[in-house]
């Protein structure tokens, strides 16, 4: 059984990468940024004008694994991911798309499986993992992670 980000057994193997429905979708898909989104940017923007410093795309390494963090504040232990609501499965704008259906059901499946994995590691190490969705406004989401740092330091 093919093994996860973790080394643990992962939900389902992997199915090969399907045909694009179309070029405007392999478009699309090509688009997506993996760093420096523009819900990351207003959060990090955010954060900022509040006075707090962080690292942003930092890799941490905890056990055996290293993941990168969408930002971290190392002194406190706290690592913050700004989850998009396609590749996270928001449960209020999370949709599944109709074409290649069974590839995308069980890459998002995976997705979901490792996001748990990556908690339930970081929070066994001592660190506090905050999830943002990118939908959620960013003095929100700046809010929650202040109160979570006032709290710790």
Request: proline share 8%; with cysteine.
């Amino acid at each position: 059984m093919p093994r996860g980000l973790l080394g643990q057994q992962m939900i389902e193997p992997r199915r090969p990468y399907p045909v694009p429905s179309s070029p405007a979708t392999t478009k699309v898909m090509r688009a997506n940024r993996k760093t420096d989104t523009r819900p990351e940017l207003r959060l990090r923007s955010e954060l900022w004008h509040r006075g707090l410093r962080f690292r942003k795309h930092p890799r941490i390494r905890v056990s055996d694994v290293t993941v990168v963090a969408d930002l971290a504040f190392v002194r406190a232990h706290v690592v913050v991911f700004v989850d998009g609501c396609f590749w996270h499965v928001c449960p209020e704008h999370g949709n599944a798309p109709s074409a290649n259906a069974s590839y995308w059901q069980a890459k998002l499946a995976r997705n979901q499986a490792r996001d748990l994995q990556v908690d339930r590691l970081f929070g066994a190490a001592g660190w506090t993992v905050i999830r943002c969705w990118e939908h959620e406004p960013a003095p929100e989401a700046a809010g929650r992670i202040q109160a979570v740092l006032a709290r710790l330091l």
